[in-house]
């Protein structure tokens, strides 16, 4: 009778993924980024928000809808999946559920702990650094970057052998990505007194596009809307789609900025400045008032930019700013709190946005944040990849500035392989074949790329091939008859002529004028030309609505 019993309790600790039993392997390292140094051990009562990805169970079959409900020859063009079609095709199986279960049980993680996502495919619980430590059989420890980002991470984690094909990625472990804004000040920028800008810019009614785009060295919301011809538009379906943009790092948009910047270019706009939505996810920041140290760093440059190009050009269409917490660079520890403020945003976020239902979601959303691709391991790239399809495939349009350092800035691009190689730096998520991705351009006749030693511009805007994901089939007609006219040979090495190539699409992206703290200043970057193209698709989106027809969603396979 005894052995039956002590047999029956060796069967289910096995069962439970008992952490005595279990044989580690690796799941994954990935190099510390240059920039970043490690400094102290992680203390054993830290906590830790642990989200846990399993694999989905038919991305392939998402993938599949995704790209024909895009495609506008294909029948079912336009027919967006619902969010219950979505989770239908990812949710894993229930043996990888059950096997996850077993495994968090066997480390005394009790159910009312965990949280799922709708589809299940993501398990989110908070837990002690020794808690994890144990069930990755790695050490954590803080991280802190030139810039003065702090991370709580470790660059390898493993599981037991039977977890591996069952979990795709766990985070917060290997990533370092932290989003940073595509903004660049005017070389010799300043401060521009209103009087002496508004009384140079002419009324946009019936002027041509010298007129309005040449009358001073800014762009202003009259030069976009009649050098893309929205100017006379119309919006007729206000009430059935909105427009969306994304804060990270803690920036903010200034409703009374706002309100001068539509006073001066938009007047009959003026009382949107006080309409627009704003959404804190995971204790993003919505605050209204600017410190001190905002003034000093240029807190809120990057979200005035955003909301007021938008509201600019696309108005009377809804805006939403989602604010979200997570990497930022200004966050300093004190000795109670530790590192609290290290979550990855970009999966917070979508994570938010995919659980809304399917009247909830925006048409468009514009995100003026990237990084590094190499800054972050491929199972998270893979995975918030998968997550943007998920988006996509529900009929929401993701746009993501290019960057602005060309292929690479200059002296960083060197590889994180252990190598030191020099390599071109792509930048994520833009290498995402699911989004797409937007360069900047200067001039009007014609349009032509920026890039810093013609423009007397503070940047080039950013381009480039994706060492993460190959080159997609939509790209396929074009991609590979560019290399062989204009590069050739050249390069070769350091580059990957095979990946996802970026970016899709360009528009103006140079000397933007925002109002920020209470004056006018000019500012540059593909964080300008990002917002500008989303509004001018949630224009195109209103129109379709208003003719009963469907969404634009995913763009890259119409071009």
């Given at each position: 009778?005894?052995?039956?019993?002590?047999?029956?309790?060796?069967?289910?600790?096995?069962?439970?993924?008992?952490?005595?039993?279990?044989r580690?392997?690796v799941?994954?390292?990935?190099?510390?980024?240059?920039?970043?140094?490690?400094?102290?051990?992680?203390?054993?009562?830290?906590?830790?928000?642990?989200?846990?990805?399993?694999?989905?169970?038919?991305?392939?079959?998402?993938?599949?809808?995704?790209?024909?409900?895009?495609?506008?020859?294909?029948?079912?063009?336009?027919?967006?999946?619902?969010a219950?079609?979505?989770?239908?095709?990812?949710?894993?199986?229930?043996?990888?559920?059950?096997?996850?279960?077993?495994?968090?049980?066997?480390?005394?993680?009790?159910?009312?702990?965990?949280?799922?996502?709708?589809?299940?495919?993501?398990?989110?619980?908070?837990?002690?650094?020794?808690?994890?430590?144990?069930?990755?059989?790695?050490?954590?420890?803080?991280?802190?970057?030139?810039?003065?980002?702090?991370?709580?991470r470790?660059?390898?984690?493993?599981?037991?052998?039977?977890?591996?094909?069952?979990?795709?990625?766990?985070?917060?472990t290997?990533?370092?990505?932290?989003?940073?804004?595509?903004?660049?000040?005017?070389?010799?920028?300043?401060?521009?007194?209103?009087?002496?800008?508004?009384?140079?810019?002419?009324?946009?009614?019936?002027?041509?596009?010298?007129?309005?785009?040449?009358?001073?060295?800014?762009?202003?919301?009259?030069?976009?809307?009649?050098?893309?011809?929205?100017?006379?538009?119309?919006?007729?379906?206000?009430?059935?789609?909105?427009?969306?943009?994304?804060?990270?790092?803690?920036?903010?948009?200034?409703?009374?900025?706002?309100?001068?910047?539509?006073?001066?270019?938009?007047?009959?706009?003026?009382?949107?400045?006080?309409?627009?939505?704003?959404?804190?996810?995971?204790?993003?920041?919505?605050?209204?008032?600017?410190?001190?140290?905002?003034?000093?760093?240029?807190?809120?440059?990057?979200?005035?930019?955003?909301?007021?190009?938008?509201?600019?050009?696309?108005?009377?269409?809804?805006?939403?700013?989602?604010?979200?917490?997570?990497?930022?660079?200004?966050?300093?520890e004190?000795?109670?709190?530790?590192?609290?403020?290290?979550?990855?945003?970009y999966?917070?976020?979508?994570?938010?946005?995919?659980?809304?239902?399917?009247?909830?979601?925006?048409?468009?959303?514009?995100?003026?944040?990237?990084d590094?691709?190499?800054?972050?391991?491929?199972?998270?790239?893979?995975?918030?990849?998968?997550?943007?399809?998920?988006?996509?495939?529900?009929?929401?349009?993701?746009?993501?500035?290019?960057?602005?350092?060309?292929?690479?800035?200059?002296?960083?691009?060197?590889?994180?392989n252990?190598t030191?190689?020099?390599?071109?730096?792509?930048?994520?998520?833009?290498?995402?074949?699911?989004v797409?991705?937007?360069?900047?351009?200067?001039?009007?006749?014609?349009?032509?790329?920026?890039?810093?030693?013609?423009?007397s511009?503070?940047?080039?805007?950013?381009?480039?091939?994706?060492?993460?994901?190959?080159?997609?089939?939509?790209?396929?007609?074009?991609?590979?008859?560019?290399?062989?006219?204009?590069v050739?040979?050249?390069?070769a090495?350091?580059?990957?002529?095979?990946?996802?190539a970026?970016?899709?699409?360009?528009?103006?992206?140079?000397?933007f004028?925002?109002?920020?703290?209470?004056?006018?200043?000019?500012?540059?970057?593909?964080?300008?030309?990002?917002?500008?193209?989303?509004?001018?698709?949630?224009?195109?989106?209103?129109?379709?609505?208003?003719?009963?027809?469907?969404?634009l969603?995913?763009?890259?396979?119409?071009?």
């Amino acid at each position: 009778m005894k052995w039956h019993t002590l047999l029956l309790v060796s069967i289910t600790s096995l069962a439970a993924g008992s952490p005595v039993k279990a044989r580690h392997e690796v799941k994954e390292s990935h190099p510390v980024p240059r920039g970043w140094r490690r400094t102290s051990r992680a203390h054993p009562a830290d906590s830790i928000s642990l989200q846990i990805a399993l694999e989905q169970g038919d991305f392939a079959g998402l993938e599949q809808s995704l790209y024909e409900v895009s495609t506008p020859d294909h029948p079912r063009y336009g027919q967006h999946l619902s969010a219950a079609e979505v989770h239908d095709l990812i949710k894993p199986s229930e043996d990888a559920l059950a096997a996850v279960q077993a495994w968090l049980a066997g480390h005394g993680i009790v159910s009312d702990h965990v949280q799922y996502s709708e589809a299940k495919d993501w398990v989110t619980v908070s837990l002690p650094v020794a808690t994890v430590e144990r069930m990755l059989d790695t050490n954590y420890h803080y991280y802190v970057h030139d810039d003065g980002s702090k991370l709580l991470r470790t660059p390898q984690w493993s599981l037991p052998q039977h977890l591996h094909e069952h979990i795709s990625t766990i985070q917060p472990t290997t990533s370092f990505f932290r989003p940073q804004h595509r903004r660049k000040l005017p070389i010799g920028h300043e401060t521009f007194p209103i009087e002496n800008i508004v009384a140079t810019v002419p009324s946009a009614v019936n002027s041509s596009i010298a007129a309005v785009c040449n009358s001073t060295l800014l762009v202003t919301p009259d030069c976009i809307r009649t050098l893309y011809g929205t100017i006379n538009y119309k919006v007729q379906a206000a009430d059935k789609s909105f427009m969306a943009l994304n804060d990270f790092l803690g920036e903010v948009n200034i409703r009374t900025d706002a309100e001068l910047y539509l006073e001066a270019y938009r007047p009959e706009a003026e009382a949107a400045a006080q309409q627009f939505s704003q959404i804190s996810i995971n204790g993003g920041t919505v605050h209204q008032k600017l410190t001190s140290n905002d003034t000093e760093d240029g807190t809120g440059e990057e979200g005035n930019l955003d909301a007021q190009t938008m509201m600019g050009l696309a108005w009377p269409i809804p805006l939403v700013a989602y604010s979200t917490g997570g990497v930022n660079p200004t966050y300093i520890e004190d000795a109670y709190t530790g590192p609290t403020d290290s979550d990855e945003p970009y999966i917070r976020w979508l994570q938010y946005l995919l659980s809304l239902p399917d009247n909830a979601l925006p048409s468009v959303v514009s995100t003026s944040y990237d990084d590094d691709e190499q800054t972050l391991p491929f199972s998270y790239a893979s995975r918030a990849c998968s997550m943007f399809a998920e988006l996509g495939a529900r009929g929401v349009t993701l746009l993501f500035a290019s960057g602005d350092d060309g292929v690479g800035a200059t002296g960083y691009c060197v590889s994180n392989n252990g190598t030191n190689a020099t390599t071109f730096l792509p930048e994520f998520p833009s290498t995402c074949p699911y989004v797409t991705s937007v360069g900047a351009t200067a001039h009007y006749n014609p349009e032509v790329a920026v890039y810093d030693d013609h423009f007397s511009s503070p940047f080039t805007s950013g381009g480039g091939f994706s060492n993460y994901f190959p080159r997609p089939a939509y790209q396929d007609a074009s991609v590979p008859a560019y290399l062989s006219k204009y590069v050739g040979e050249n390069y070769a090495g350091f580059y990957n002529p095979a990946g996802r190539a970026v970016p899709d699409l360009a528009a103006q992206g140079s000397n933007f004028t925002i109002y920020w703290n209470g004056s006018l200043h000019a500012i540059s970057g593909t964080s300008a030309s990002t917002p500008a193209m989303s509004a001018i698709l949630a224009l195109v989106n209103d129109a379709l609505v208003a003719a009963g027809k469907a969404k634009l969603g995913f763009l890259n396979v119409s071009f």
